[in-house]
């Protein structure tokens, strides 16, 4: 039998399949749209939630939820995107300033991304498509990253890791872990320690699939975890824990999601957002996210 080339183990996705949705409480829903789809570029769910109560907003086949309501407090996270141009999204985001001028919104452009700040304070950074260091996708929910006490980082690379077999790796920087949880394909939840992480957010949550549905659930279950018995396909927990000890470790809202669950592997419309009345070309108008 021949030897293979390749590192078969760089394919590997864990138990998570896919980051569905990141989750924010947003006070008014016209300047969120002015945000998230005039300058981020990105498409509103025609489907779902059409409403003013409620906005979904599609990021490649995963979303933001956008529900009406006292703002989340930043900084909570920071929300990674891969954007097909970030030459677009940077006009796109010069356009909508003066209309933002009293919020929280700014942007800074930085050598290989740009940094954003929505209205509220919530932090989001958009890196430009690229093949090899994001996969073949020109438009990705890449990453939630979450800014945890220095100290805790094993702990929950180690919860993730038998709670839910998760694919996980950390490293070490000048301020302490990091922890990568695979969370799909190119797509993580980061955990990185500070040495003054903010407060959790109880507003705040996200949205995750499992391959195998029943496993975690039994261990959350054990140990106390389980916050909702949502339905046949869902049910969340918001405390990652110690798994030796039991001591609270961090607070985050998970909505869990089994690949039954009928929301699963929806398509998502999105719009290719430098189409104009002037530009205009006809079949162009669906963006393809998959191709880079």
Known sequence: MSKSEFDR?????????????????????ILATLF????LGLTRDPYMMGGIDNMWV????SQFHLPTGAPTQAPVTRTGLIVPDL????????KIRPRLSASRFQFSVEADHVDVTCPWGNHLRCHQAHVDQFGP??????????????????????????IFKASTKVSVTGHGLVVHVGAGHHQYLIFREEAAPPPPCAEHHVQIYLAQFSMPYEGLKLRGLIS??????QYRFNKIIDLDTGAHVFQLDHEVRSMKHPMYGR?????NPNLSIRTFKSGQENFNWRLC
């Open 9 to 29: 183990a760089a394919d590997d996705l864990g138990n998570i399949v896919n980051l569905g949705h990141v989750n924010f409480h947003v006070p008014d829903q």
């Open 228 to 233: 909702e018995e949502s339905g046949p396909h």
């Open 267 to 271: 398509a998502l419309i999105n719009r």
């Open 58 to 61: 599609n990021i490649g086949d």
């Open 36 to 39: 998230y789809v005039e300058g």
């Open 87 to 94: 030459e677009a999204l940077i006009a796109r985001l010069t």
């Open 137 to 162: 996708f020109c438009l990705n929910l890449a990453y939630a990253e979450f800014a945890i006490e220095r100290g805790k980082g094993l702990a929950i690379a180690r919860f993730y890791d038998e």
